[in-house]
Antibody
Framework: QVQLQESGPGLVKPSETLSLTCTVS????????WSWIRQPAGKGLEWIGR???????NYNPSLKSRVTMSVDTSKNQFSLKLSSVTAADTAVYYC????????????WGQGTLVTVSS | EIVLTQSPGTLSLSPGERATLSCRAS???????LAWYQQKPGQAPRLLIY???SRATGIPDRFSGSGSGTDFTLTISRLEPEDFAVYYC?????????FGPGTKVDIK
């Protein structure tokens, strides 16, 4: 059974860079797209971007200028960096696996709350 | 970017009743890439329907999806207590994903 676990600081200061890592267990990270999705408290889901295990990326156009994703196949991990954060970036951040044929998110992490505050 | 709109925002129903949730897209969406998710408080979303009408693994047959083009529907034939949750539609196109704002199904 594939499991995903987000990790990283729960508190980030305004204007700084948010950094999160997702560790995949129970299966290989290879040959899949892996996404980051966020959800502000009481609000809907926003796709941030995805990365393939080759390192190829696609980002949400509204966040593209601030997002960088990377992958470390040797550690079965992928990461998110979001720069110049503001309070509007406060949210639960999920990592998720993209199922190849249906292009849906079939496995999700439990989510991690990141608060942007001084 | 394709914008998804869901209606109603909240649906108040009793267990055993039928729920009909709507998802409308600002432009045509490939049916192959329209999905529905269920989310309960404090949990990650769970995939229910993919390809507009195919149930994901382990999803009960009281959940069904239909539609094409810009109009899609999720139907729960008879609500069970565990079905009261928020439901999101999601589409994929042009290497990007968007979600609808969600429909909350709560107990009347």
């Amino acid at each position: 059974q594939v499991q995903l676990q987000e990790s990283g600081p729960g508190l980030v200061k305004p204007s700084e860079t948010l950094s999160l890592t997702c560790t995949v267990s129970g299966g290989s990270i290879s040959s899949y797209y892996w996404s980051w999705i966020r959800q502000p408290a009481g609000k809907g889901l926003e796709w941030i971007g995805r990365i393939y295990t080759s390192g190829s990326t696609n980002y949400n156009p509204s966040l593209k200028s601030r997002v960088t994703m990377s992958v470390d196949t040797s550690k079965n991990q992928f990461s998110l960096k979001l720069s110049s954060v503001t309070a509007a970036d406060t949210a639960v951040y999920y990592c998720a696996r993209e199922e190849s044929s249906s292009i849906t998110f079939d496995y999700w992490g439990q989510g991690t709350l990141v608060t942007v505050s001084s | 970017e394709i914008v998804l709109t869901q209606s109603p925002g909240t649906l108040s129903l009793s267990p055993g009743e039928r729920a009909t949730l709507s998802c409308r897209a600002s432009q045509s969406v490939s049916s192959s890439y329209l999905a529905w998710y269920q989310q309960k408080p404090g949990q990650a979303p769970r995939l229910l329907i993919y390809g507009a009408s195919s149930r994901a693994t382990g999803i009960p047959d009281r959940f069904s999806g239909s539609g094409s083009g810009t109009d899609f529907t999720l139907t729960i034939s008879r609500l069970e207590p565990e079905d009261f949750a928020v439901y999101y539609c999601q589409q994929y196109g042009s290497s990007s994903f968007t979600f609808g704002p969600g429909t909350k199904v709560d107990i009347k």
